[in-house]
């Protein structure tokens, strides 16, 4: 169970996160800095990710519902903003949006505006942590797989920014676009089976 849990929740946050699909910006964000410099940023960017990815799957559903939406409507909800998500990186729509953004707010720091939010723990990386620490609601075990998995990729995300430039080198433009497009077709089944959840815990159609 806890395997089977590690590995979907390791396919949807390293998918939405996108670390691959990150490092191009890291670089450019970064332009111009010592490697300690860079390292420094990258130690910010993803820390300050992990403390609010954190925060939203500890206190997601408590606000949740406090404003009386239950996790069956949120993860039917979560499923199809996951969807569109995956649909845009089947269509390459992402990317631009992110380098709009990048350039648009880069600043003398960018650790926190905007590597850690939006383009760390955006909203699709937050609507992830919110489903899949309520999927598993008093599970103490299965709640720590995920934070564990969560840390995982945050922890793969700041290695490659450490490895930015030969990454971006190796892999090419081609290759970046080829692993995020298969990324997108894994995110999309993903999704689908939230949408099957959520009404399954409904009990329509007989899920």
Known sequence: MELEL??????????????????PLFVSLTSGMTPRQRRGVAVRAVVTGAAILAVFGIGGEFVLSKIGIGMPAFRVSGGILLFMTAIDMLFERRTPRREKT???????????????????????????????????????????????????????????FMTSGLMERALGHTGINLVTRLMGMFLAALSVQFVLDGLRDYGMFGL
């Open 102 to 160: 990048a350039e648009n707010d880069e600043g003398p720091d960018p650790a926190v505006f905007p590597l850690a939010m939006p383009l760390i723990a955006g909203p699709g990386a937050m609507t992830t942590m919110i489903l899949l620490v309520g999927q598993n609601s008093g599970d103490l075990t299965s709640q720590l797989v995920v934070y564990g998995v969560m840390l995982a990729v945050l922890t793969i995300a700041f290695l490659l």
């Open 6 to 23: 590690a590995t979907a929740a390791f396919v949807s946050l390293f998918v939405i996160i996108d670390p691959i699909g990150l490092t």
